[in-house]
Each structure stands twice: as structure tokens, then as C-alpha cells.
């Protein structure tokens, strides 16, 4: 199991990175004025913007004519007269990666000091140990902390001169309580439904899940939300948007809260029906019932465990998804979380935010599959990852 665990972790750090890689040649293809505000390319003399790209690492002085243009007169052929040459895109990725750590400083309140240039961890590191001093000792005023910080840039265009970890990080929050509370909603009633179904096939509540699985399958999400939003404001007055400023912020919760939870519950109660059918046609659970188990102790003890393996497959998945958002639902709703940020910052061409989306939902989507895995070998032991035969 150790060696499966260390080896799905490299694989996982591997995709990761390779996903990221691509993403960053991709972005770095594209014109070099996506790297400025509508204002700084109105404003920026051209010498300005050549100066903003090698703050940035994407621009170098160049070398034949020492950043001056000329060479004895003549217009530098190397740099075409600017004094400035590209950078060789991997050079950029090696600072990308070079800097993703960072050491800073922030005081009482918890902000960072604006006047102490953060630096990469590595070049703090050293510097410390070649004076001998202690890394996190620092001489510090009282209240002040130095904290190493998850470094990915900062926001071009969308959040401006915002890091693109903050900017992540106070939508994740929202997104993540919102679809958290939807997941376990739809968890708990599409499997409760979905048992209900098995147990009384063909019955009242079977019709009931199946036509409430057809009509959220059938019908646009956008015709639901819509009949929802007007039917819970009408008939209960609930508010029609999110608001974070509101008096009473739970309320302004509830229809997207519903609108995320419809969905999942209808794939909740369709699969575990699905999987509780099949399991109650087999040879044990017939074995069982002419042993004198009573139904109950068959349904919960050995049918509902047995059917609930493949739903645990993708339930961490599920969880960790939650930090995505919903993009029809928060867009809709108008919820200020990271359903619609991607959207946004391609539409803005915000590279750096693009890339920080792209290297979380990487992340988190490998390594939901990964723990949903090992959930899996916790619910049913007899399921093997390694070994001969049938490896997972």
C-alpha cells in the first residue's frame, strides 16, 4: 500500500507540473500586451513597457548592443533597435517555479509589509545559512512574522496588483461553503431516495425518483434555476441574489444552495438504485434472506455497503470539487466565487490568474481521484490496488 501511495504521489506531482508547463508555453505565446492594463497601454511610452516586461522576466537587455539599441551608431539588428530581446520561455518557467515560495512579512494585522521585497524561499534560505543566522529569527518589530507563502504572481487585469493566491483564496472560501453544504444535502437525499427506490421497486417511490431523474436530466439547468429563483421568491420571499452585505446572509444562501444540490441529488439516487438493484439480484443476498436476516439487516448491512463502493469513488472527488464552484449556478446568482473566475480571466486575459486557475483544478482533480482510491480499500478490504490479477 505504501509503495502504490508514493508511487500515485509522483505521478500526481508529475501530471501537475506537466499540466502547468503547458499551460505557461501556451500562455507565454501570446502578445506580450496582455502583460499590461487598458490604462498602462494607453499611457506607456514603448521604452516603459520594455521596462515592465524585464520587471516581469519575459524581456531581456540585449546583449550585443548592452540594452542601448545601437552598436557605433548603426541600429542593433539583435534587438531590431529596442534594447530589448525575448527571454527563452523555459528560462521564465525555471523562475516561475524558483519563486512559487516566498518569504514575507507581515505585521499584527495580519498584512504584509509593503516596504520588505518578498524573495524566494531558496535565495533567503541561503543568504541566512552564508551569515550564519538562524532563517526564523529574524530581527523583527513586535507583532511582525515572517511566513513562507504560496507565490503564483500577481493579477494583470481582472484583481489588479492583487496576488493570485488571495485573490483564489477569498473566492475558494465562498464557493467552498456554498458546495459544501449543496454536496451534503444531494448526498444525503439522493442516497436515501436512491434506497428507498431499490427497496420498493416499482413502487410509489420509485416512480417518484425516476421521473425526478428525468425531468433535471430532460429540462435545461437554466429553465430550473429560473423556476426555482421565482418560486422561491414568490411563495417564501427568499432573495433573489447573493449578497454578502445583506442583514440576514443565510437567506441570500438558499436558492443557490438548491440549485447546486438538484443535480447531484438526481445522480445520487440514480446510481445508487442502480447499484442496489444489482446487488439484490445476487446469489448472497438470496443466501441471506434464507438464512432469516431480516430485510433491514440485508439492506444496511451487506447491500447499501456493497452499492455505496462505487458512489465512494468519486465522493472525494466530489468534495474537493466543491472549491471549483458552479459556473451557471454562481454566474446566475450572481455569488462572487470561482465558478465564473476562470471564465473571466481569459476573457480579460489575465495570464497569471489563468495559470494559478488551471494548476488548482489540476491539483485538486488528481488528487481527488488518488483519495477516492484508497476510500474505496477503507470500504470493502477485499479491494486491492497492487498485487497480481486484477490490480486496480
Known amino acids: ?73 548603426s541600429p542593433c539588428t539583435h534587438c531590431e533597435g529596442t534594447g530589448y530581446v525575448n527571454r527563452n520561455v523555459f528560462a521564465q518557467m ?26 524566494p524561499v531558496w535565495t533567503y534560505l541561503q543568504e541566512k545559512y552564508a551569515t550564519g543566522e538562524d532563517p526564523f529569527a529574524g530581527s523583527l518589530k513586535e507583532g511582525y512574522s515572517l511566513r513562507m507563502v504560496f507565490n503564483l ?56 425518483g425516476t421521473g425526478y431523474t428525468v425531468i433535471v436530466n430532460a429540462v435545461p439547468h437554466l429553465v430550473i434555476y429560473t423556476v426555482i429563483m421565482i418560486a422561491g421568491n414568490s411563495l417564501f420571499g427568499l432573495p433573489m441574489r447573493y449578497d454578502a452585505t445583506a442583514a440576514n ?12 444540490s438538484i443535480g447531484s441529488t438526481a445522480g445520487y439516487m440514480l446510481w445508487t438504485r442502480r447499484y442496489m438493484v444489482d446487488e439484490l439480484n445476487k446469489d448472497y443476498i438470496r443466501l441471506a434472506k434464507l438464512k432469516g436476516l431480516s430485510t433491514r ?14 458512489l465512494a469513488q468519486y465522493l472525494p472527488y466530489s468534495v474537493l470539487l466543491t472549491v471549483g464552484g458552479s459556473l451557471l449556478v454562481e454566474t446566475f446568482f450572481s455569488v462572487p466565487g470561482m465558478g465564473p473566475e476562470l471564465t473571466k480571466a481569459i476573457s480579460r486575459y489575465d495570464l497569471n490568474l489563468v495559470q494559478g486557475i488551471v494548476l488548482l483544478y489540476a491539483s485538486l482533480g488528481i488528487l481527488g481521484v488518488f483519495l477516492g482510491d484508497l476510500l474505496m480499500t477503507m470500504i470493502d478490504p477485499r479491494i486491492k490496488l497492487t498485487g497480481k490479477g486484477d490490480v486496480r
Open 153 to 208: 504572481g500577481k493579477s494583470i487585469r481582472l484583481e489588479k496588483n492583487q496576488y493570485v493566491t488571495d485573490v483564489i483564496a477569498t473566492k475558494m472560501s465562498v464557493s467552498l461553503e456554498l458546495g459544501l453544504i449543496a454536496l451534503a444535502i444531494s448526498l444525503l437525499l439522493g442516497v436515501v431516495m436512491g434506497v428507498f427506490q431499490a427497496l420498493y421497486k416499482n413502487g410509489i417511490f420509485d416512480h417518484i
Open 297 to 310: 439487516k440485508v439492506m444496511f448491512r451487506h447491500v447499501l455497503k456493497n452499492a455505496f463502493v462505487p
Open 249 to 260: 446572509t443565510g437567506l441570500t444562501k438558499v436558492l443557490p444552495i438548491v440549485c447546486l
Open 1 to 73: 500500500m505504501v509503495k502504490y501511495i508514493l508511487k500515485r504521489l509522483v505521478q500526481s506531482v508529475i501530471t501537475v507540473l506537466l499540466v502547468v508547463c503547458i499551460v505557461f508555453v501556451l500562455l507565454r505565446m501570446m502578445p506580450s500586451d496582455y502583460f499590461f492594463t487598458e490604462d498602462e497601454l494607453m499611457k506607456f511610452t514603448e521604452e516603459q513597457k520594455y521596462a515592465k516586461l524585464q520587471r516581469l522576466g519575459i524581456m531581456d537587455l540585449c546583449a550585443q548592443c548592452a540594452g542601448k539599441g545601437d552598436i557605433e551608431g
Open 94 to 119: 525555471g523562475d516561475f517555479y524558483y519563486q512559487m515560495l516566498e518569504m514575507r512579512v507581515f505585521n499584527a494585522k495580519g498584512k504584509e509589509v509593503k516596504t520588505i521585497t518578498p524573495m
